[in-house]
């Protein structure tokens, strides 16, 4: 009896704050993404899978509101649990709210305190909703398995675009800093990256794929491949690193010089491969057909108003006033551009060139 008047005595205390504790842990849903979408009416569709990471079986909730924290208020009424946004990793938003603008989405993120500002952000096309309610019965933790494939390539850097919420709002608040953000697009039951998001201010203007987006990656993402196929030559290169020289000629022309460093890790054409004079025609060919792509992607981001590279930074000079956005636009539209690009690739295993250790052209 009197061990059980001091048990109950002496712990009571103890207990009730670890229950209270484990009471409100339990409470508590932590998310990790918000799917964003336009609703009806001028309305935003807002969702998100609850509970992210508990035993219970998983569902879609989406709401339609007209302020995005509506649909954090609305979750907290809809499920039993309260939805907390500090644990919000991932913010998906399809393509047609990003070309109305970011601006609002953005500004209501960067005020709540909660959200962390290495929240990725992600552009959809396609109906995202639509893909997890099917996908969520075959593999429950999708949502954790995408968070974990952009942090894979955040770290990793090499093959796609990865963005933050704090990069986005440096690019975006900057003159000559023009956002971008990685593209992934639903196919029936696949989520596939697709390339890289282009913005003039907060509007999506247009994004690309495949060639265009490795010479993005190496241009200015990552200045890194870890495989750069080409098919045209019948060759896919590896472990490529690009050194990036830009030069402001005035205001009329700019020159941008690439120094490529790989090796080549695949060649199905019908040449000798084995024959050093192949291996200089691969270095000549893909060169051309470089210089070719990389003009064209930088004509295009001419017609699109947008410089994701960020040439008008080359334009501030100590002591002088800085151009604005608007009037860097006006010189970037009708810029003569110049593209040289020298490759150096070590040779296959066990070629002989008898000309060195690497090829140069």
Same mark, same amino acid.
């Given at each position: ?38 609703? *009806?009416?001028?309305?935003? =569709? ?9 035993? *219970? ?6 709401? +339609? ?11 907290? @009424? ?24 970011? @601006? ?14 290495? @929240?990725?952000?992600?552009?959809? =096309? ?23 494939? #952009?942090?894979?390539?955040?770290? /990793? ?25 990685? &593209?992934?697009?639903? *196919? ?12 003039? /201010? ?16 190496? @241009? ?11 098919? +045209? ?9 690009? $050194? &990036? ?34 291996? =200089? ?5 893909? =060169? ?7 003009? +064209? ?11 994701? #590279? ?39 295993? $066990? ?11």
């Amino acid at each position: 009896m009197i061990c059980l008047v001091l048990f109950l005595g002496g712990c009571s205390p103890f207990m009730e704050s670890h229950l209270t504790e484990n009471n409100l842990i339990e409470e508590i849903a932590p998310v990790i993404f918000w799917s964003v979408n336009k609703g *009806e009416e001028g309305k935003l =569709k807002v969702s998100t899978l609850v509970p992210p990471l508990t035993d *219970e079986k998983k569902r879609l909730n989406t709401l +339609e509101v007209d302020l995005l924290k509506q649909g954090e208020k609305g979750f907290n @009424l809809t499920y039993y649990r309260e939805v907390k946004t500090g644990q919000l990793r991932m913010m998906l938003i399809n393509e047609e709210v990003a070309k109305d603008g970011l @601006l609002p989405v953005i500004t209501t993120l960067l005020v709540d305190t909660d959200v962390s500002q290495r @929240l990725y952000l992600v552009i959809v =096309k396609g109906d995202f909703e639509e893909y997890m309610s099917k996908q969520i019965e075959k593999q429950e933790n999708l949502d954790y398995f995408i968070y974990r494939m #952009l942090k894979h390539y955040e770290d /990793d850097k090499g093959e796609i675009t990865v963005i933050n919420l704090h990069q986005f709002k440096n690019y975006l608040y900057s003159p000559f800093l023009d956002p971008l953000l990685p &593209v992934f697009k639903i *196919e029936e039951d696949k989520f596939m990256y697709e390339g890289t998001a282009f913005f003039n /201010d907060d509007k999506f203007v247009a994004n690309v794929n495949g060639i265009e987006d490795n010479i993005v990656q190496l @241009l200015a993402t990552n200045n890194y491949l870890d495989l750069l196929p080409l098919p +045209e030559q019948s060759v896919t290169l590896g472990h490529v690193q690009a $050194n &990036v020289d830009t030069k402001l000629n005035d205001l009329s022309s700019i020159s941008i010089k690439v120094k490529l460093n790989g090796s080549i890790d695949e060649y199905r054409g019908d040449k000798d491969i084995h024959d050093y004079s192949t291996i =200089k025609e691969i270095n000549k060919e893909a =060169k051309v057909y470089l210089e070719k792509k990389t003009k +064209e992607v930088l004509k295009q981001f001419q017609e699109w108003k947008v410089d994701p #590279l960020h040439f008008g930074t080359l334009t501030l000079k100590p002591f002088e006033k800085k151009m604005d956005h608007e009037e860097w636009m006006k010189h970037w539209e009708d810029m003569e551009i110049d593209v040289e690009y020298e490759l150096e690739f070590e040779p296959l295993t $066990n070629i002989d060139t008898n000309d060195g250790d690497h090829l140069t052209h």
